[in-house]
T-cell receptor, first 114, second 114 residues
């Protein structure tokens, strides 16, 4: 079973609309990562959040990590067809001194209708 | 830098055959990850290495799967014998540092076992 729960699993929005994707963990996260994957391709890094309450933005995408470091949201403003793809949240499971062990949620499949 | 390089990009093999997937991480990165992605199970961490040493292989599905990292610039994932249920996209990723650093993904190898 996935340690990270993403919702929704899929999303279809009209171009220009805003949307939010959520990622929830039952355990405190050492680090939270958001990646985007275009169909048939590798994962592209979007943002990394480390501190409780942290918020980062890049172009029209904003990611937040809650104070307890157990939930993150990814918000897209004025969506465009180029935003379509699979969004995955990943978490550092804390491999101790041996390094990080990055595991992922089930992904959210986003389609943007022109 | 050329990024994480995986080969081959596509592999079609018959059930029972040995399959070897290859990965060249980004120079200077000391952590390497192997993932498998399917529609049913999403992105699963199979094994990860730190400084060429396997740290956690709990995600390796069966003894038919094995991974090696003989040096800092090369890793292999081998399946012997292959089965149709092994069909998936296999990703390799690398990262620098112990924690809270982004992982860079290769383009993946799409494996089809018939």
């Amino acid at each position: 079973s996935q340690e990270l729960e993403q919702s929704p699993q899929s999303l279809i929005v009209q171009e220009g609309k805003n949307l939010t994707i959520n990622c929830t963990s039952s355990k405190t996260l050492y680090g939270l990562y958001w990646y985007k994957q275009k169909y048939g391709e590798g994962l592209i890094f979007l943002m990394m959040l480390q501190k409780g309450g942290e918020e980062k933005s890049h172009e029209k995408i904003t990611a937040k990590l809650d104070e307890k470091k157990q939930q993150s949201s990814l918000h897209i403003t004025a969506s465009q067809p180029s935003h379509a793809g699979i969004y995955l949240c990943g978490a550092d499971r804390g491999g101790g001194n041996a390094g990080n062990m990055l595991t992922f949620g089930g992904g959210t499949r986003l389609m943007v209708k022109p | 830098d050329a990024g994480v390089i995986q080969s081959p990009r596509h592999e079609v093999t018959e059930m029972g055959q040995e399959v070897t997937l290859r990965c060249k991480p980004i120079s200077g990165h000391n952590s390497l990850f192997w993932y498998r992605q399917t529609m049913m199970r999403g992105l699963e961490l199979l094994i990860y290495f730190n400084n060429n040493v396997p740290i956690d292989d709990s995600g390796m599905p069966e003894d038919r799967f094995s991974a090696k990292m003989p040096n800092a610039s090369f890793s292999t994932l081998k399946i012997q014998p292959s089965e149709p249920r092994d069909s998936a996209v296999y990703f390799c990723a690398s990262s620098k540092g112990l924690r809270n650093t982004e992982a860079f993904f290769g383009q993946g190898t799409r494996l089809t076992v018939v």
